[in-house]
């Protein structure tokens, strides 16, 4: 029998396809849109101009992208059927589920009939993702149905007001925008690798982001901003963290929020979501939460050079603008199903079913022996 062996497990270090798309630890700062440095998209432009960038290869002219606006704010309403989908779901459950039925609801409703509508498919996405889950938030938690056909303007001020039952604050909707561009796409990670293999098959967008949220959803993933929210929220100082963070350590447990697969010494888009998040502290008063963010960094490279990845600080980010922890995933999903739209009209333009092979490390050839001889 062959050895098991995590040799070359999780795929890590082996290309599995072309993309145009993205580029991940290779040059300027580190990642890459269509050419373009996640530094300067992150501080010049906005989530809208990222999510045309990525699907049509180019950013849009100022005339294009009023009219990328105007359709994206026509397409918020939710259809009744999934409104009332997503009043069935409980306030108890997870966040990233009702994601996941709110975009395979909207796949019975109104499904992709043929590839020439996936544009048209991704805009109605992007454009009621914040709705999905603020609809249900709002009516579970608070038990209010909102409108989900908020003010003309962005998906991050679109979100914020949704979530809030008001406009939102200027500076809370440029940290929105700025986070909202650095979780927009990310080469062949996890979910959109998953996206891709649905893709692959030449099934449907909705069935693709389906998969992808499912994939997103796990903390090794998507779900690590949350987690390092849960952990950071419980220190008090910055002296507690550096004494739990060092036993957490001893323990050998997993500090959410830190490490990643590719980059090596630093994570670009960390210190830009850090930078907003050390405004927002000054902004909202915060006391301590910040300082212990910075002291689980200082501790954390210093014991084990391990880095900040995008999610430690956007835990602290969202918080201090009042954005609930349960809904920070989500949050990734609304930026996220940029990237992974882009990706599945890469893999459609070109496509081959996604199919690897396994080393195989079962039984020996053996003969079948019948039920009534085996005991
Ligand atoms: N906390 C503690 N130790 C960590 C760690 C973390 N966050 N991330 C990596 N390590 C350790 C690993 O356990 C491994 O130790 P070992 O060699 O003794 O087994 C070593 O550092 C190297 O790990 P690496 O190969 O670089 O990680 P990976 O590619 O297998 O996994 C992640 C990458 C992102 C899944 C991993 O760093 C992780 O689980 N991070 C926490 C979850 C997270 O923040 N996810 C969001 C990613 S954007």
Redesign the pocket.
Known sequence: MVQKSLNGA?L?GQSAGQTALCTVGQSGSGLTYCGYDIKQLAEQATFEEVAYLLCHGELPTQAQLAAYLDRLHQLRELPDALKQVLEAIPADAHPMDVMRTGVSMLGNLETEQSFSEQQQQTDRLLATLPGIICYWYRYSHDGVRISTQSEAGSIAGHFLSLLHGKPADPLHEQVMQCSLILYAEHEFNASTFTARVIASTLSDIHSAITGAIGALRG???GG?NEAAMAMIEQWQSPEQAEQEILGM?ERKE????????IYRTSDPRNALIKEWSRKLSAHTGDQHLFAVSERVEQVMWRE?E?FC???FFHASAYHFMGIPTKLFTPIFVCSRASGWAAHLMEQRSNNRIIRPSADYTGAEPRDYVPLAERG
């Open positions: 999780g890590r903390p090794l993933h690590a350590l997993k500090i959410m929020g830190f490490g990643h697969a084990k391990l990845n995008a999610d």
